[in-house]
């Protein structure tokens, strides 16, 4: 019993990384590569997504010499995600019934 017990946590461990590969590496960073430098009107840009973060501030940002920032791969998931659930917002609200 334990085997099979064993099999299902490895089947239900890979399932979770696979979602996680697609979500959150796939999904989210490339809409931040998209959206962080068309908000921002090309002053900042984003971090490769495995590239090692040193020397970022609190907000995930590092200036780069040619006066431009680069924003940390987790936090352009984050804002990635925040424009994910505002159109899901804007959805629901255009599409609500009065």
């Not at 900042?44 to 924003?71: C, M, Q, S």
């Amino acid at each position: 019993m334990k085997k099979i017990a064993l099999a299902f946590d490895v089947v239900v461990g890979t399932i979770f990384n696979l979602i996680d590969l697609l979500i959150f590496e796939f999904l989210l960073h490339r809409t931040a590569r998209v959206i962080v430098p068309l908000v921002s009107f090309g002053k900042i840009e984003v971090e490769d997504i495995h590239a090692v973060p040193t020397g970022f501030n609190w907000l995930g940002l590092k200036r780069r010499d040619d006066g431009r920032y680069v924003l940390n791969s987790t936090m352009s998931m984050l804002a990635a995600a925040i424009f994910w659930l505002l159109c899901l917002v804007v959805y629901f609200a255009f599409t609500r019934d009065f």
